[in-house]
């Protein structure tokens, strides 16, 4: 029973991963042509609700991330995991 929860559950996190970089990649398009940004909530390694703009994605290994810059122009680009990306939207400014 254990082995088909973790199928499962690699399944679901698959899923997510591919329905974020699509969005991520249609709405960096719509950005980059209509202007604006693509902002993108997620929660860090602590548990705390972070927010932040997508500045494109990286490959390391055989995993892609996505690069998250804060708002306020403060601290390090974040590297995270497609799958982890909870609120993706584009915003006008």
Known sequence: MKKFKD???QMDVD???AENKK?????HRKAKSKG???HV???D???????G??????????HSYAKIEPHHGR???????????????HVQK
Do not use: C
């Not at 390694?45 to 972070?50: A, S, V």
């Not at 390090?76 to 982890?84: F, K, S, Y």
């Open 7 to 9: 199928v499962r559950e």
């Open 15 to 17: 899923k997510k991963h």
């Open 23 to 27: 969005k991520f990649q249609s709405l």
């Open 36 to 38: 604006g940004q693509v």
């Open 41 to 43: 909530d997620y929660t």
């Open 45 to 51: 390694e602590k548990g705390k609700k972070q927010t």
């Open 53 to 62: 703009r997508y500045n494109g994605m990286m490959r390391m290994g055989a």
């Open 75 to 89: 601290g390090p680009m974040t590297a995270l995991p497609i799958h982890q990306a909870d609120n993706i939207r």
